[in-house]
């Protein structure tokens, strides 16, 4: 069995690459559940709105919350799919 520097080099690398891979996992989780949690709070804004103008009489205010609505849920979807390809966020 092999002991001294050499060895204590490589366990060093070892651990050094272990603690970089667990720090970008880290990194990674943290920036698609933000990605997603931005977008789904604007899904909710948008449908408390629209539900508000149904509540209010306001029928002509409804179509355009839900094509906003479409339009986030879209850009989330294209969003997490790009996190999970691994090509990071787009520009927001």
């Known amino acids: 069995m092999r002991t001294g520097r050499g060895c204590s080099?490589?366990?060093?690398?070892?651990?050094?690459?272990?603690?970089?891979?667990?720090?970008?996992?880290?990194?990674?989780a943290r920036e698609v559940h933000n990605t997603l949690v931005q977008g789904f709070i604007s899904v909710i804004a948008i449908a408390q709105a629209a539900r508000g103008a149904i509540d209010d009489g306001e029928a002509a205010a409804v179509g355009p919350r839900l094509a906003q609505l479409e339009a986030i849920a879209r850009d989330n979807l294209a969003e997490a799919r790009a996190l999970t390809?691994?090509?990071?966020?787009?520009?927001?």
């Not at 490589?10 to 990674?28: Q, S, T, V």
């Not at 390809?85 to 927001?92: N, V």
Request: no cysteine.
């Open 9 to 28: 080099r490589r366990w060093l690398a070892a651990a050094e690459r272990a603690a970089g891979i667990a720090a970008e996992h880290k990194r990674w």
């Open 85 to 92: 390809a691994g090509e990071g966020p787009s520009a927001l």
